[in-house]
């Protein structure tokens, strides 16, 4: 079997821009009660390698071109690097009211694997790391994704097959495994979003580009933000996790229920309702902000790819909403939700894409074109669809105590991008943020605001049922 490889498409390439900035680096940490046994580990890596060729591709630059492609690697490659307790301690000095799971996660959405130096154009798109943590009783295992090769669907999915893998692998012996055949997927990696979409939407992009370009000007990067603690200092991205609990969440969803909503409708209001009321108390004047949803395009592309069908196939539709200060929150939920909808109806998330990605290119490339050269380009993000996990079986048997994923905000981003998943019937969100263009405290505080609206319109849903 050969090299192979593919040029990347529109958003991929997108990513490795934006990558380069510090937006984009997926990360999957997992705390487990269990010594993860190298060698099962590197065993079941491999064969995720070898069942999903993006994973043994590595993103190869070419200078002259200025363009990226993917080459995928015959045989499964990665190597396991190994932090001991001393190492670890390091990282987690001086923060001892943050967890060690979150402090590593941190820690690695700051590696930046994908700066190039001037000799090294060529990377890999799959790292993994295991962390002891003081005390040798716990284990944290990182596996860090170039979002190219990594969208929320795919760190999913691989967190899943990772956990069967591992599973398989405690429980057979070296013999066993020796004996075994593991078949290769030949196939090449999966096309790129923009060579399968329907038909008839690529020739829509073309009719009506020079309109749609209008309504994405440079002046949709001029929305309200969030107040700026310190615009000038290098960024980093930091996180704060939201948690509620399966009660507060149940009335939650009962309330999205009833108005026909997604959960996202009900984040993303909460979320403009608690900036608002940080950013003016007192006046009453109208602000604009940027809302993003973003949408997995896996289902509708032709053909249809399957969860399983690693890379990147999400598409991102930025609405914009007037807030005076006042609204409640099911029924600014229900107007996030349905704008998000008849824009998506229309298909704007595919026929806008390119003029999306352009915006943003646009953006990296002059970041004064951004309020403060913040790089904001909207105050959050969210996902239409919640992830639901209720494994917590499968995951009590490798050890797994918590898990916390998301990506890296800290190059051009919204302010707050919001990766939201509901275990065990617990919402659990982890809350991305550039720092110290915001900081801790003031996104703490955010996220709190932002979690009593959530609990009170849960509430106030459980009365309204009730009377
Ligand atoms: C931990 O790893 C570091 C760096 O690899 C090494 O210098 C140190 O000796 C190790 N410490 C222990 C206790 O093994």
Redesign the pocket.
């Known amino acids: 079997m050969s090299t192979q490889s593919r040029a990347v498409g529109g958003t991929e390439h997108n990513w490795c821009r934006a990558v380069v900035g510090g937006t984009g680096i997926a990360v999957l940490a997992i705390i487990s009660s269990k010594n993860p046994d190298v060698s099962h580990l590197k065993n079941a890596l491999h064969k995720l390698q070898i069942s999903h060729p993006i994973l043994r591709s590595r993103l190869h630059y070419s200078p002259t071109a200025n363009s990226y492609s993917f080459v995928t690697s015959p045989s499964p490659f990665i190597q396991i690097k190994y932090f001991?307790?001393?190492?670890t301690c390091q990282i987690l000095e001086n923060n001892q009211n943050i967890s060690p799971l979150h402090l590593i996660l941190e820690h690695e959405l700051n590696k930046n694997a994908w700066v190039s130096s001037s000799c090294t154009t060529k990377h890999d798109v799959f790292f993994a790391s295991v962390y002891a943590l003081p005390g040798a009783t716990r284990w944290v295992l990182v596996l860090r994704l170039h979002a190219a090769a990594c969208d929320r669907t795919t760190a999913v999915s691989l967190l899943r097959e990772l956990l069967t893998l591992m599973a398989i692998e405690e429980e057979e012996t070296g013999f066993q495994q020796g004996q075994k055949e593991i078949t290769m997927n030949k196939g090449e990696i999966s096309l790129a979003m923009e060579d399968i979409l329907p038909k008839g939407i690529v020739k829509k992009t073309l009719w009506a580009r020079g309109v749609d370009m209008l309504s994405y000007s440079v002046n949709s990067l001029r929305f309200t933000n969030l107040r700026f603690k310190d615009a000038k200092s290098p960024r980093s991205t930091q996180v704060v996790r939201l948690l509620i609990n399966p009660d507060d969440t149940q009335k939650i969803l009962t309330g999205c229920k009833a108005r026909g909503i997604k959960l996202c409708g009900a984040l993303g209001a909460a979320g403009l309702i608690a900036a608002h009321s940080s950013k003016s108390r007192s006046d009453h004047q109208k602000k604009k902000y940027g809302v993003v949803t973003l949408t997995d395009c896996r289902s509708i592309l032709e053909p249809p790819l399957s969860n399983h069908h690693f890379g990147f196939y999400h598409s991102a539709i930025l609405n914009t909403h007037a807030i005076k200060g006042g609204e409640k929150l099911w029924e600014l939920a229900e107007k996030v939700y349905t704008v998000f909808t008849h824009y998506k109806s229309c298909n704007k998330h595919l026929s806008d894409m390119a003029d999306l990605n352009f915006l943003m290119c646009r953006a990296m490339e002059n970041p004064g074109l951004t309020p403060s050269a913040s790089l904001r380009t909207c105050l959050i993000s969210v996902f239409e669809d919640t992830v639901i996990d209720e494994s917590s079986n499968q995951q009590n048997q490798v050890g797994v105590e918590d898990y916390m994923g998301c990506a890296s905000a800290h190059g051009i981003a919204p302010s707050i991008a919001i990766f939201d998943t509901i275990r065990d019937g617990r919402l659990d969100c982890i809350c991305v943020y550039p720092s110290p263009l915001h900081s801790r405290e003031q996104m703490q505080e955010l996220v709190d605001n932002m979690k009593c609206i959530l609990v009170d319109a849960g509430k106030n849903v459980a009365d309204e049922t009730e009377s």
């Open positions: 001991n307790h001393s190492t």
